[in-house]
Nanobody, 126 residues
Framework: QVHVVESGGGLVPAGGSLRLSCSAS????????MGWFRQAPGKEREFVAA????????RYSDSVKGRSTISRDGAKNTVYLQMNSLKSEDTAVYYC???????????????????WGQGTQVTVSS
């Protein structure tokens, strides 16, 4: 079982920055594909960013590409999402997810992730 916990959300003005953190338990963390998703009120959960377990390659949604960076610190079992130039449309609950070790390096599909955190609220004021 893997326990995933997000932190770092909050209220930030438009144009500001936030760094979300995701800590995950598990002795094989280095082999977990990790992803960030978000869900705004009345909308479906959408992919934000993912990082591969093998070579730390990354993928971003078009909505955050160029403004966000996903990274991982294996020594701390932690994944980060640095978000810059925040917009009001970035307001959502942000979820971190972990995918059990597999041959799939990373995925943008929520159903492919096995473990989810409780989410952290990000509110961008305009």
């Amino acid at each position: 079982q893997v326990h995933v916990v997000e932190s770092g959300g909050g209220l930030v003005p438009a144009g500001g920055s936030l760094r979300l953190s995701c800590s995950a338990s598990g002795r094989t963390f280095s082999r977990y594909g990790m992803g960030w998703f978000r869900q705004a009120p009345g909308k479906e959960r959408e992919f934000v960013a993912a990082i591969s377990w093998s070579d730390d390659s990354t993928r971003y949604s078009d909505s955050v590409k160029g403004r966000s960076t996903i990274s991982r610190d294996g020594a701390k079992n932690t994944v980060y999402l640095q978000m810059n130039s925040l917009k009001s449309e970035d307001t959502a609950v942000y979820y971190c997810a972990a995918r059990s070790p597999s041959t799939v390096l990373m995925t943008t599909t929520p159903s492919n992730y096995n473990y989810w955190g409780q989410g952290t609220q990000v509110t961008v004021s305009s």
